[in-house]
């Protein structure tokens, strides 16, 4: 069984920064992209970031120059680092990591980011 333990989410002053890591367990196969979304109390989930097999990244408008995201192939590990937190950042943040042999992605449980202004 897969999963996807998610941790480094928290409370943060505007202007602080965050480390977040989705480490992947279990039978999951060959791993293609992984990324990160975002969902804010009535808003709609919003991608955040996304790294390729090959290392193609790819950020939202709203967060780019301020987070990177990176990979760790042989610890199945994606990691996002997020600078210069703004109040608009607040929001549950969730992994996932799509395969090649299967059609949806994996996903993680989630993690809290709540920046205080």
């Known amino acids: 069984q897969v999963q996807l333990v998610e941790s480094g989410g928290g409370l943060v002053q505007a202007g602080g920064s965050l480390r977040l890591s989705c480490a992947a367990s279990?039978?999951?196969?060959?791993?293609?992209?992984m990324g990160w979304y975002r969902q804010a109390p009535g808003k709609q989930r919003e991608l955040v970031a996304t790294i390729t097999n090959g290392g193609s990244t790819n950020y939202a408008d709203s967060v780019k120059g301020r987070f990177t995201i990176s990979r760790d192939n042989a610890k199945h590990t994606v990691y996002l680092q997020m600078n210069s937190l703004k109040p608009e950042d607040t929001a549950v943040y969730s992994c996932?990591?799509?395969?090649?042999?299967?059609?949806?992605?994996?996903w993680g449980q989630g993690t809290q980011v709540t920046v205080s202004s």
């Open positions: 996932y990591v799509a395969t090649l042999s299967l059609p949806s992605p994996y």
């Open positions: 279990g039978s999951i196969g060959s791993i293609n992209a």
